[in-house]
């Protein structure tokens, strides 16, 4: 067994809002991985970010991501980096997984001045968003396995066009 659906994609794109209206239409519990990776580590992302660096939350991340597969009966949301895992990327095959896509306008406006994300607090975060886009966009639609574009329409709508994609 294994979750009901994975979601994957950029910051902004809606994974964690999505997976939670997502699991309660589906009557499942929600496993956000950077939620999980706070759990595990009693330390919050931005905190392992600034304390220890990327590298070791991403090597926590992962874990966290072979947990999440673990589940059954539940919708995982993963953060926007860990598809960069290559470990990650193998294991998500042969899962239901959804590529929330977001564009760069939106993607920048849903993720404002970057509180919480480290990666996006930089001083110009449209930049950092378009490079990230750049870098990731491939690996989203590798591990995909059905792609919801999120642009312009509201959380409910993302849920109900993910619903009928599954
Ligand atoms: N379809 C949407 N339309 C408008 N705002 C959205 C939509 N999906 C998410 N948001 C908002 O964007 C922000 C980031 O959402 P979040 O779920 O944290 O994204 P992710 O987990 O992919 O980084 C939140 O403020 C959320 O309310
Ligand atoms: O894109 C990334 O590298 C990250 C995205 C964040 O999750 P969300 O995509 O849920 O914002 C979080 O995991 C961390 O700040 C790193
Ligand atoms: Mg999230």
Not at 114 to 120: E, I
Request: no cysteine; aromatic share 4%.
């Amino acid at each position: 067994m294994s979750p009901r659906v994975v979601l994957v994609g950029p910051p902004g794109a809606g994974k964690t809002t999505i997976g939670r209206k997502l699991a309660a239409r589906l009557e499942l519990r929600l496993v956000d991985t950077d939620q999980l990776v706070e759990l595990q580590s009693g330390r919050t992302v931005p905190e392992i970010f600034t304390t220890d660096g990327e590298a070791t939350f991403r090597a926590l991340e992962e874990r966290a991501v072979l947990d999440a597969l673990d589940e059954d009966e539940a919708v995982v949301s993963l953060g926007g980096g860990a598809v960069l895992s290559e470990r990650t990327r193998a294991a998500l095959a042969g899962h239901t997984v959804v590529f929330l896509a977001v564009g760069m306008a939106e993607g920048v406006r849903r993720t404002g001045m970057g509180v919480g994300r480290p990666l996006l607090a930089g001083i110009n975060p449209r930049a950092t968003f378009k490079a990230m886009l750049d870098a990731r966009l491939g690996l989203y639609r590798e591990v995909a396995t059905i792609e919801v574009v999120t642009d312009g329409r509201s959380p409910a709508a993302v849920v109900d066009a993910v619903l009928a994609a599954l």
